[in-house]
């Protein structure tokens, strides 16, 4: 059963243009969501996150919103770069002790120069 | 400050054999995992240690062990290499094991078992 669904696996954009990536939760117990991107041939590294206290939040070209009742978040990158071109995995967690994450399968991002 | 580091960078294993991939972190963070990555699976956890002379089983356990040799060091360890290992292992430290600290990847070790 998949807690963390990123239902699409890919998408392409053009620079300058709007990405917007997806991720949907099943668990309700879940209440702090993170986003990692990962290049190829690397690891996984911190992108943003946002707690179920907050509806935004933003870092420079980077802003995750939440719909708690929707059990949905989305990751908005503007303007896109190729640079930005990368795997993208959505993860989630409940708090206290032992709040292990649960990963999405991953977006992978295109952007075309 | 080297962050997370993992060898070996690459192995191949024949069925059978045994192999140990080793982690360290020199953040002082105090919880470390194990993850492995397959197509279209995205990261499922191995086993994790909150804390040191702690670890305890994720989402697919078997056939690995692990060892928290030191605050520093997290070792997984194959005794019996199976094709259904073929993966990427990504080991990860954070400051305490709640989703509110950030994880910190190495850059994974490609395992292939033959």
């Known amino acids: 059963d998949q807690q963390v669904k990123q239902n699409s696996p890919s998408l392409s954009v053009q620079e300058g243009r709007i990405s917007i990536l997806n991720c949907d939760y099943t668990n309700s117990m879940f209440d702090y969501f993170l986003w990692y991107k990962k290049y190829p041939a690397e690891g996984p590294t911190f992108l943003i996150s946002?707690?179920?206290?907050?509806d935004k939040n933003e870092d420079g070209r980077f802003t995750v919103f939440l719909n708690k009742s929707a059990k949905h978040l989305s990751l908005h990158i503007v303007p896109s770069q190729p640079g930005d071109s990368a795997v993208y995995f959505c993860a989630a967690s409940p708090t206290g002790a032992n709040s292990k994450l649960t990963f999405g399968k991953g977006i992978t991002l295109s952007v075309r120069p | 400050n080297a962050g997370v580091t993992q060898t070996p960078k690459f192995q191949v294993l024949k069925t059978g054999q045994s192999m140990t991939l080793q982690c360290a972190q020199d953040m002082n963070h105090n919880s470390m995992y194990w993850y492995r990555q397959d197509p279209g699976m995205g990261l499922r956890l191995i086993y994790y240690s909150a804390s040191e002379g702690t670890t305890d089983k994720g989402e697919v356990p078997n056939g690995y062990n692990v060892s928290r040799l030191n605050k520093r060091e997290f070792s997984l360890r194959l005794e019996s290499a199976a094709p259904s290992q073929t993966s990427v292992y990504f080991c990860?430290?954070?400051?305490?094991?709640?989703?509110?600290?950030?994880?910190?990847f190495g850059p994974g070790t490609r395992l292939t078992v033959t």
């Open positions: 946002i707690s179920s206290i907050k």
């Open positions: 990860a430290s954070s400051w305490l094991e709640t989703g509110f600290y950030e994880q910190y």
